[in-house]
C-alpha cells in the first residue's frame, strides 16, 4: 500500500538555525512528492513538488527538499529559520495507480515551532 | 485571480442530521477533490469530481456524497451526521488534462457534530 511517514510529530529549531522536516514514503513506481504548509485555521498552502529531474527541489518562501531515492525519502529543509514559519508541515505523495489520477495521500503532519 | 472558495467558514449540526458544503474552484479549474482532516491529522481523500461524475473514492461511507455543476464548483454531502464526522473539510482544485497532481486547497469548511 502506498504510504506516507512523518517521523516526528514536533520539531523545534531556533530562528536562525536551519531546520529539517522529515519524511518517507512508500510508493510503487515512480513517485510524485509534495510538501505542504497549514497555518492555523487555514487551509494547505503547497511549498514544493518532486517529479523527476534534480534531486533537491526549490519551493517557496525559501523552502527545499532534497529527494533520495535509495532512503525513499523527502526531506524539507531551510537554512535559517524565522519565527513566522511555525505552522503544520505535511508531506505528501501522488497516489500512483492508474485509476487515481490526482489522488494525493498525505502524512500525518508536523508541527514545527521556531523559537525567538 | 481567485483561489478556491469554500462555503460556510463553520458549521454546527447535530447527530442524525444533514450538511451540505460548498466549493468553488480556482478559475481555470476542472476538477474537484474533497478531504477530511480530523483534529491532529492529515487531510485524508473522500472523493474527486471531474465533468460532473465521481471519479475516484477513498474510503468513506455512502453517507458521503457530492455533485459537480456545469460551473466546475462542487458540493459535498453527509447524511446521518456521527459525532466522528467533526473535521475541518477541506476542498481542491486543478486542472485534470495537464498538471491533475498540482492541487489548489481552499480554506476549508470547520464542521462540528454535537
Known amino acids: 500500500a502506498q504510504s506516507v511517514a512523518q517521523p516526528e510529530d514536533q520539531v523545534n529549531v531556533a530562528e536562525g538555525n536551519p531546520l529539517t522536516v522529515k519524511c518517507t514514503y512508500s510508493?510503487?513506481?515512480?513517485?510524485?512528492l509534495f510538501w505542504y504548509v497549514q497555518y492555523p485555521n487555514r487551509g494547505l498552502q503547497f511549498l514544493l513538488k518532486?517529479?523527476?529531474?534534480?534531486?533537491l527541489v526549490k519551493g517557496s518562501y525559501g523552502f527545499e527538499a532534497e529527494f533520495n531515492k535509495s532512503q525513499t525519502s523527502f526531506h524539507l529543509k531551510k537554512p535559517s529559520a524565522l519565527v513566522s514559519d511555525s505552522a503544520l508541515y505535511f508531506c505528501?505523495?501522488?497516489?500512483?495507480?492508474?485509476?487515481?489520477?490526482?489522488?494525493?495521500?498525505f502524512g500525518p503532519g508536523t508541527s514545527l515551532s521556531v523559537i525567538p | 485571480d481567485a483561489g478556491v472558495t469554500q462555503s460556510p467558514t463553520h458549521l454546527i449540526k447535530t447527530r442524525g442530521q444533514q450538511v451540505t458544503l460548498r466549493c468553488s474552484p480556482k478559475?481555470?479549474?476542472?476538477?474537484v477533490s474533497w478531504y477530511q482532516q480530523a483534529l491532529g491529522q492529515g487531510p485524508q481523500f473522500i472523493f474527486q469530481?471531474?465533468?460532473?461524475?465521481?471519479?475516484q473514492r477513498g474510503n468513506f461511507p455512502d453517507r458521503f456524497s457530492g455533485h459537480q455543476f456545469p460551473n466546475y464548483s462542487s458540493e459535498l454531502n453527509v447524511n446521518a451526521l456521527l459525532l466522528g464526522d467533526s473535521a475541518l473539510y477541506l476542498c481542491?482544485?486543478?486542472?485534470?488534462?495537464?498538471?491533475?497532481?498540482?492541487?489548489?486547497f481552499g480554506p476549508g469548511t470547520r464542521l462540528t457534530v454535537t
Open positions: 481542491a482544485s486543478s486542472l485534470r488534462t495537464v498538471r491533475p497532481y498540482e492541487q489548489y
Open positions: 510508493v510503487s513506481g515512480n513517485p510524485y
Open positions: 518532486y517529479i523527476t529531474g534534480d534531486n
Open positions: 505528501a505523495v501522488r497516489d500512483m495507480k492508474k485509476t487515481s489520477y490526482d489522488k494525493v495521500i
Open positions: 478559475s481555470g479549474h476542472d476538477t
Open positions: 469530481y471531474y465533468e460532473e461524475e465521481e471519479r
